[in-house]
Nanobody
Framework: QVQLVESGGGLVQAGGSLRLSCAAS????????MGWSRQAPGKEREFVSA????????YYADSVKGRFTISRDNAKVTVYLKMNSLKPEDTAVYYC?????????????????????WGQGTQVTVSS
């Protein structure tokens, strides 16, 4: 089992920035991608970003490309999501997850249902 704890959410004005963190604990895989998804009220979960085990390969949804940056620190078993130029439509609960991969350079699946574990989420609210 893997436990994931997100932090860093909060209320921010449009145009502002936040950095989310997610620490993993428990028995992880030898190689795994880490990613973020989000869900706004009344909407389906959207996959936002992912990073490979090696950290060299990343994925971003079109809606956040150029504004969000994902990174990871394997020594701390932590993934980060730096969010800049935030918009009201970024308001959602953000979840971090872990997906087993068989290649250290793979950012893994981009479908939240294919992830192995998800955290409980952290709320991000962007006011206009």
């Amino acid at each position: 089992q893997v436990q994931l704890v997100e932090s860093g959410g909060g209320l921010v004005q449009a145009g502002g920035s936040l950095r989310l963190s997610c620490a993993a604990s428990g028995r992880t895989f030898s190689s795994y991608a880490m990613g973020w998804s989000r869900q706004a009220p009344g909407k389906e979960r959207e996959f936002v970003s992912a990073v490979s085990w090696s950290g060299t390969s990343t994925y971003y949804a079109d809606s956040v490309k150029g504004r969000f940056t994902i990174s990871r620190d394997n020594a701390k078993v932590t993934v980060y999501l730096k969010m800049n130029s935030l918009k009201p439509e970024d308001t959602a609960v953000y979840y971090c997850g872990v997906a087993r991969t068989y290649y250290s350079g793979s950012y893994g699946p981009t479908d939240p249902w294919e992830y192995d574990y998800w955290g409980q989420g952290t709320q991000v609210t962007v006011s206009s």
